[in-house]
């Protein structure tokens, strides 16, 4: 027996609920498009077999009316051969014809409310089924990423992510010495050799000592003309 054992029990299924109360939603709503898959087909089924029905009712609804004419054809027949008692037991005849087709054409109104249920009811169905697929996509989708975010935090969280920092900085480590060994080569075989910023500032450094040296010398000179 499956989850659902009627089709207006599919229909007035509340999903959320279902999914909220199921360990695997994502099997759960598999099991209900399954469910309403199979309940659609039977419907259908059920629909298919009530219009063949009719059918058969219209064509025995058509012969039942031929027989009434054919009885009736048959009671003027006899009464006008002066024969009454055969011109009654046809119209007997033809009075069973009749209420026949009467019943069938009741039975076929019946049969014409259950196409209209079937109809209303595959609809419904129909709608419901769009809805789960729906919402399986939705579900499958949370899932997928669900699992993403764990399988990302279990890595993050891992040892394994500790040693790839780790050997991160010992790769900076050897990158440091590295650059440290040519500085220090660069600086014994001489190729440290200033830069043209470094001798331009030098050149402005020597003009204010020669500035400065020849203001001493003028204030030198200008003391001795005053002691003579």
Do not use: C
């Amino acid at each position: 027996m499956g989850i659902f054992s009627r089709t207006r029990d599919i229909i007035a299924a509340n999903f959320s609920d279902l999914l909220d109360k199921a360990d695997d939603p994502e099997k759960m709503i598999r099991m209900i498009i399954f469910e309403m898959e199979e309940t659609l087909v039977e419907v259908r089924a059920s629909a298919a077999r009530t219009i063949a029905d009719q059918k058969e009712m219209h064509r025995h609804t058509v012969k039942l009316d031929r027989l009434q004419a054919d009885w009736s054809e048959k009671a003027q027949l006899a009464l006008s051969k002066d024969r009454e008692d055969l011109a009654r037991a046809a119209l007997v005849e033809k009075k069973k014809a009749g209420d026949m087709a009467d019943q069938l054409k009741e039975e076929i109104k019946v049969l014409d409310d259950a196409l209209r249920a079937y109809e209303v009811d595959i609809e419904k169905l129909q709608t419901r089924l769009r809805e789960a697929r729906a919402r399986q996509g939705a579900i499958v989708a949370r899932l997928e990423s669900a699992e993403n975010r764990v399988k990302l935090r279990t890595l993050l969280a891992s040892e394994r992510v500790d040693e790839a920092m780790a050997r991160f900085d010992q790769l900076e480590r050897r990158v440091d010495y590295a650059e440290g060994r040519a500085d220090a080569l660069s600086l014994a075989d001489g190729s440290g050799k200033p830069t043209l910023a470094d001798e331009i500032a030098a050149l402005a450094g020597q003009d204010k000592i020669d500035e400065e040296l020849e203001a001493m010398k003028a204030a030198l000179k200008g003391g001795d003309k005053q002691e003579d």
